[in-house]
């Protein structure tokens, strides 16, 4: 009996340090985006005076490709801006990992407009609020509860003209083969990708959650690295190209020697 109240004791003692340890390591990602912030707001500053500059850092990203249909990709280079704000900065009750993703596109004459979209991001913990489950667990169900998955509220974004086939929002047939077909094409867009929410598993844009966490963990706060790394490889690029242009041109003449040779031969016999 003393040893059962022992362990219980101690049971209890390493939950409360869990706890402690949870409390500070959100005090510390708070702190953390708090401080990067005006940074941020700086190294938008500068990267506003640098064209092209979001096209080069996500056409470098070799992750961000696997989200990203090929027919969306000349709109992808219309990104002119990418923001990324921790919500948790200025609202107390947010969660240290909610955001918002703000994207500025060019526009494309004719086929695309001019925008800014901001889509928000926040982790949930209710389960109920699932409307497809998928193939969900109930210990996929105890996981998200006790850590919390993350959903998005659906935003509105003007999509191309030339997209007009596979708009999941303008197709009226989407029971014939070919119908079916652009319909899961259009899901599959990068513009899908707007309207996911998280809660409708194979209902929406796939892996819309690791799209969304490629960009705030990795794409936007590195994005400086992904820039300088794919200028480092286009001077690099630059210098083969350079260094193959100055090798002189070495004639092999051998074979002529040869050819020469067997021909003195030839007359040779002939005149015997």
């Known amino acids: 009996m003393v040893e059962e109240e022992k362990l219980s004791k101690s049971l209890e003692a390493l939950a409360k340090v869990e706890d402690d340890v949870e409390v500070v390591e959100k005090e510390i990602e708070l702190l953390r985006a708090s401080k990067l912030a005006p940074i941020y707001e700086s190294r938008k500053k500068a990267i506003s005076g640098i064209n092209g500059f979001w096209k080069v850092v996500l056409s470098q990203h070799s992750d961000f490709a696997n989200y990203v249909r090929a027919g969306d990709l000349k709109y992808i280079d219309c990104i002119k801006s990418l923001d990324v704000k921790w919500l948790c900065v200025e609202r107390k009750d947010a969660d240290h990992r909610d955001f918002s993703a703000t994207f500025e596109f ?28 998928g193939k969900r667990t109930e210990e996929d169900d105890f996981r998200d509860e006790e ?13 191309p003209k030339s997209l007009d086939r596979v708009n999941p929002s303008l197709l009226v047939d989407k029971s ?14 990068f513009f899908s990708w707007f309207k996911w929410t998280g809660l409708k598993i194979g209902k929406e844009f796939p892996n819309g959650d690791g799209l969304a966490s490629l960009l705030c963990d990795d794409i936007f ?16 690029e630059n210098l083969e190209d350079e260094d193959l242009s100055d090798e002189p041109l070495q004639l092999d003449l051998s074979g002529s020697e040869s050819d020469s040779e067997q021909r003195e031969s030839d007359t040779k016999r002939q005149k015997l």
């Not at 014939?176 to 867009?189: A, F, L, P």
């Not at 706060?221 to 690099?236: G, H, I």
């Open 147 to 159: 850590l919390g998955f993350l959903s998005s509220e659906p935003c509105e974004i003007k999509w």
């Open 176 to 189: 014939s083969i070919e119908g079916k077909k652009n319909y899961r094409t259009g899901m599959k867009s």
């Open 106 to 133: 060019e526009g494309i004459e004719g086929d695309f407009e001019a925008q800014s979209i901001t889509k928000i991001f926040k982790i949930e913990h209710d389960t109920s609020k699932f409307r497809y489950r």
């Open 221 to 236: 706060p590195n994005c400086t690295k992904y820039y300088t790394e794919a200028q480092v490889d286009l001077e690099d």
